[in-house]
């Protein structure tokens, strides 16, 4: 079982940054495949970016060369840095575990880009 625990959303201006953290729990967050989705309201959750267990990374187009997956094994956790934000970033932004067929979500954090 893998707790995953967001944090680091907030309100930020357009072009602004903010860096979301997903702590994880348990042992074995090496292995872990992650990702990082988000939901604005009234559309479907997308993906945005993932991270594989060996590093390799990847974006939707929507945020590629403005966002930055990264992730700490020591520390258990996978990072969003958010750069040039815009007002169509405004979401709720979810972290993703995966490993085979097993799949846990953290509970959301919620970032808003407006002036």
């Known amino acids: 079982q893998v707790q995953l625990v967001e944090s680091g959303g907030g309100l930020e201006q357009p072009g602004g940054s903010l860096r979301l953290s997903c702590a994880a729990s348990?042992?074995?967050?090496?292995?872990?495949?992650m990702r990082w989705y988000r939901q604005a309201p009234g559309k479907q959750r997308e993906l945005i970016a993932a991270i594989t267990s060996s590093g390799s990374t990847n974006y939707a187009d929507s945020v590629k060369g403005r966002f930055t997956i990264s992730r700490d094994n020591a520390k258990n956790t996978v990072y969003l840095q958010m750069n040039s934000l815009k007002p169509e970033d405004t979401a709720v932004y979810y972290c993703?575990?995966?490993?085979?067929?097993?799949?846990?979500w953290g509970q959301g954090t919620q970032v808003t880009v407006s002036s």
């Open positions: 348990g042992s074995s967050f090496s292995i872990y495949h």
């Open positions: 993703y575990a995966a490993l085979g067929l097993n799949y846990y």
